[in-house]
């Protein structure tokens, strides 16, 4: 997680010392995360995924993007990631069949 925490700073343009200051923390204790020394807690990884729209999957495992696209994808993956794997599994059947819908609903538009 170090190295994408630094990669994100680095993409985001901010030296260590502003980084530090968002999340209320000295510019050394920072950087003693960053080099591995300490850990992140999830405190400062839940205001670093808001305040700069980060995925957290990403941040955490590095599974996708770094950033959220929209407000609606950052939703989204926040409640599918507080659902059982169960209603997740349904939730993917849901979304399909109403992307399934939606491309019948844009065709016969199109047809028109």
Not at 10 to 15: E, G, S
Not at 88 to 102: I, V
Request: proline share 3%; charged share 25%; aromatic share 8%.
């Amino acid at each position: 997680m170090t190295d994408r925490l630094k990669q994100l700073r680095k993409t985001l343009k901010i030296n260590q010392t502003n980084f530090a200051n968002q999340l209320g923390i000295t510019q050394t204790a920072y950087s003693m995360i960053e080099n591995g020394i300490n850990p992140l807690s999830d405190r400062h990884i839940k205001v670093i995924c808001s305040v700069y729209n980060v995925n957290e999957n990403w941040l955490r495992f590095g599974k996708g993007e770094m950033f959220f696209s929209s407000p609606y994808e950052k939703e989204l993956n926040k409640i599918f990631n507080n659902l059982t794997p169960e209603t997740q599994k349904y939730l993917l059947l849901m979304a399909k069949e109403l992307l399934k819908t939606q491309n019948e609903l844009l065709k016969s538009k199109d047809d028109n």
